[in-house]
């Protein structure tokens, strides 16, 4: 159980007193999916909104940039984003019709802790053997789901925000120090529930999770696709069927936007349950507290599941 610092309850006090400004001086800032866009919430409620950049149910990697997210990006003075690494079609608009904008990257951000991409292949199952081999390196870009990292970005946001609106650098630091007080009593409680559930394996459509398991203790047995776009071949998903039957796994997780049709082939006569989970938080409404609901639910559904 983490103690937390004496300056929050200040901090937290002040977010509640401070008196709302006017709201015309206030930056105009995009996020680019729910998650961040939460966080930026967080720090500027009271103040202003932020406009969410990615809405639909797809998969933020890959996108076409519509009219009205190209405004959004020419009237921005500040762009949150967690980088190329998750949405690399957004580089080239940024640059082009955002170019005056403030930017700021959370994963390559000296405060966030990164996980490199892993192999989450079934033994036998490596690139000679998959029908669609998919090589990944670097940093593993889903790093909003170790709550820690967001705590972290609610700092960053603040002072990003307080360096293009000085008046109101008071309001934007106690709103994150709130928001962080709020991460740690969450987390706290929901390490105290996954933390029985650690050596209880499961399966996932994609490495997608890394963060959160790595975060809580999860276990991850293995993966239906070895990446985002990459469909697997049949040796990949005889060996994951193998596999669930030979450790007795009892969960598979799946996001709205990937085809829960591939996992349920390796599902089939296992007893696995299929469990959907919303990583991106495309079924919750957008606003400050997106982010904290995406946590609990995703704690529900590993806890629910995995409990069994």
């Known amino acids: 159980m983490r103690l937390l610092p004496a300056l929050f309850v200040p901090a937290l006090l002040l977010a509640v007193s ?3 400004p006017l709201r015309a001086d206030v930056p105009r800032v995009v996020a680019d999916i729910a998650p961040v866009h939460s966080l930026v919430a967080q720090v500027m409620e009271g103040l202003g909104e932020p406009q969410l950049l990615v809405r639909s149910a797809s998969s933020p990697h890959g996108a076409t940039l519509r ?8 009237g921005a003075d500040l762009v949150v984003w967690i980088g190329p690494e998750l949405t690399p079609w957004l580089a080239k608009p940024l640059a082009t019709l955002a ?12 405060g966030t802790a990164r996980l490199a991409y892993r192999d989450t292949m079934a033994p036998g199952t490596g690139a000679g053997h998959d029908d669609h081999p998919h090589d990944h390196a670097g940093s593993d870009p889903h790093a909003w789901l170790d ?11 603040a002072e990003e925000l307080a360096e293009l609106d000085p008046a109101n650098a008071g309001r ?13 009593l969450l987390s706290d409680r929901i390490e105290a529930r996954l933390a029985p559930l650690g050596e209880q394996p499961h399966v ?27 469909d697997p071949g049949p040796a990949r998903l005889a060996a994951l069927r193998e596999r669930v039957a030979a450790l007795g796994l009892r969960c598979a997780f799946s996001e709205p936007q990937m085809n829960a049709g591939l996992l349920r082939t390796v599902a089939e006569g296992s007893g696995l349950q299929l469990v959907e989970i919303d990583a991106l938080g495309v079924a919750l409404e957008p606003g400050p507290d997106l982010y904290p609901e995406l946590l609990r639910r995703m704690a529900d559904a590993v806890a629910g ?3 069994r």
């Not at 009219?67 to 020419?74: H, K």
């Open 172 to 184: 934007y630091r106690a709103n994150a120090a709130a928001g962080q007080e709020r991460l740690a």
């Open 99 to 110: 170019g005056q904008a403030a930017r700021v990257g959370l994963l390559n951000h000296p």
């Open 67 to 74: 009219p009205s997210q190209a405004r959004a990006l020419q």
């Open 204 to 230: 996932a459509f994609h490495d997608a999770f890394q963060y959160f398991e790595h975060r809580f203790g999860l276990t991850l047995a293995g993966s239906v696709a070895s990446g985002d776009a990459t």
């Open 18 to 20: 401070l008196p709302a």
């Open 147 to 157: 709550p820690d990292n967001a705590s972290a970005w609610l700092g960053v946001i």
């Open 305 to 307: 599941c995995l409990a």
